[in-house]
T-cell receptor, first 117, second 115 residues
Framework: DTGVSQNPRHKITKRGQNVTFRCDPI?????LYWYRQTLGQGPEFLTY????????KSRLLSDRFSAERPKGSFSTLEIQRTEQGDSAMYLC???????????????FGSGTQLSVL | KQEVTQIPAALSVPEGENLVLNCSFT??????LQWFRQDPGKGLTSLLL?????REQTSGRLNASLDKSSGRSTLYIAASQPGDSATYLC??????????????FGKGTLLTVNP
């Protein structure tokens, strides 16, 4: 168990460029989440996958954002035409299949820090 | 809409002191509550998870309690050490629609333990 891995750790881009982040969950974790965190705030939910199916998207996820999880393993989050307001830490989390919602524990990666200039 | 509030926003204590961090939530319909630790520029490390049917959980010097009916949780840290310095985040698991769930986080408490 190597934990949730996110790449890159840091990304600096110019406004208007596209960026893509990758998340490798813990092996055999079927649930994968993306969160966004800005300075001084708690993480905010963006989207959720169960296996390869994207089951929920937050209203925070504008049409410039797209997430995929092909084959139910790693996931990518792409932001098109980046804006300065997209600058944030993008966190990925995974959890194993559990019996009952109250037992679900999320394991977070170290995040990708995005800076849009 | 579920809102999570953490008080205080920042706390500075001398090494060895016992301390309490507070978390409150507006909707008692939660499935669990998790306390996380976050070091600067890093991801989140899960400390304790309390299921909705439980009252408290303990791990080493940490003890978390949950009073679901009043919408409150506390994280007690005994004999604090400089290595405990970090931001502590509280999150509640709520139903977000259908059979989907999500975590709603507070803004965190920034803890500094001075040697």
């Amino acid at each position: 168990d190597t934990g949730v891995s996110q790449n890159p750790r840091h990304k600096i881009t110019k406004r208007g460029q596209n960026v893509t982040f990758r998340c490798d969950p813990i092996s055999e974790h079927n649930r994968l989440y993306w969160y966004r965190q800005t300075l001084g705030q708690g993480p905010e939910f963006l989207t959720y996958f169960q296996n390869e199916a994207q089951l929920e998207k937050s209203r925070l996820l504008s049409d410039r954002f797209s997430a995929e999880r092909p084959k139910g393993s790693f996931s990518t989050l792409e932001i098109q035409r980046t804006e300065q307001g997209d600058s944030a830490m993008y966190l990925c989390a995974s959890s194993p299949r559990t019996l009952g919602g109250s037992n679900e524990k999320l394991f977070f990666g170290s995040g990708t820090q995005l800076s849009v200039l | 809409k579920q809102e999570v509030t953490q008080i205080p926003a920042a706390l500075s204590v001398p090494e060895g002191e016992n301390l309490v961090l507070n978390c409150s939530f507006t909707d008692s319909a939660i499935y669990n509550l998790q306390w996380f630790r976050q070091d600067p520029g890093k991801g989140l490390t899960s400390l304790l998870l309390i299921q909705s049917s439980q009252r408290e959980q303990t791990s080493g010097r940490l003890n978390a309690s949950l009073d679901k009916s009043s919408g409150r949780s506390t994280l007690y840290i005994a004999a604090s050490q400089p290595g405990d310095s970090a931001t502590y985040l509280c999150a509640v698991k709520v139903r977000s629609g259908g059979s989907n769930y999500k975590l709603t986080f507070g803004k965190g408490t920034l803890l500094t333990v001075n040697p």
